[in-house]
């Protein structure tokens, strides 16, 4: 009989040794674990992060301004393309008037001079 309470208490302490290491995993494990505090941080977070989406009414109303500026960006455009014609024909009518004027005074002074 002290041989099987040899036995049993063998068997024992090899139990008792391996709750104890489990017992050191699970304490060691629970360290990596996330606590209320820690999902609250995050809760935290990620509202900070959700007030900065962008919502379907944004969008909406950045495609408006978008299209106002596009309106009046062709506007300036095309009063831009206006006043260079303008400036284009002024400047063509000068250049014609000092090539007569030019000329005029060439033969001028050709009959002058002969």
Known sequence: MD???TQLDRRLISVEKDVATLTAESEHA????ATKEDLARVEGRV???QSNYATKEDVAELR????AVELR???KIADLEGKVLSME???LRWTVGAI?????IVLAI???FP
């Open 3 to 5: 041989d099987q309470i």
């Open 30 to 33: 629970r360290l990596h674990y």
């Open 47 to 49: 509202a900070v992060i």
């Open 64 to 67: 408006t301004e978008i299209g």
């Open 73 to 75: 960006l062709t506007t």
């Open 89 to 91: 024909n002024r400047h």
């Open 100 to 104: 007569v004027a030019v000329a005029g």
């Open 110 to 112: 050709v009959r002058t």
